[in-house]
């Protein structure tokens, strides 16, 4: 098969660009100081770009990106969130809705609302009540 012109390629990465772009700058600012967050994600875009062809051969780019944004976030801000604490953030402190979420996570509807739902759970006591 033949692999599709650059300018499919450009389009298509600068769609990816404009769809993902906001929600990954809002988190990384939710996590990190105003400088911090604005080179996480001119350096996670920077990657995407570069790795372009590679990206959009993977299952779900939005996943790949992601998984990268979380972990530099993660690495720069000293803490990584859980699946639960990261989803919760996106839906309450971002207000990103669960359909937005699993678009730009690259996770299905149904496991972004069983995160959310582990996230509210109540932590369990010691004695398991």
């Known amino acids: ?13 600068y ?3 404009d769809l993902h772009r906001p929600a990954y700058r809002a988190y990384a600012a939710a996590r990190l ?11 996670l875009f920077d990657l995407v770009a570069s790795n372009w062809t590679t990206v959009v ?6 996943a790949w990106a992601w998984q990268r944004h979380t972990h530099a976030v993660a690495h720069r801000s000293g803490r990584t969130l859980t699946a639960p604490e990261e989803t919760l953030l996106l839906h309450e402190e971002l207000r990103l809705s669960i359909d937005k979420i699993a678009t730009v996570t690259g996770t299905e509807p149904a496991a972004v609302s069983t995160l959310l739902a582990a996230a509210r759970r109540p932590p369990a006591t010691p004695d398991g009540f």
């Not at 098969?1 to 990465?13: C, D, E, G, Q, S």
């Not at 100081?33 to 350096?43: L, M, N, T, Y």
């Open 1 to 13: 098969m033949k692999p599709p012109p650059a300018t499919v390629l450009i389009n298509a990465f």
């Open 15 to 17: 769609a990816f660009y």
């Open 33 to 43: 100081a105003p400088e911090e967050a604005q080179i996480a994600v001119s350096h």
């Open 57 to 62: 051969c993977e299952p779900d780019p939005a």
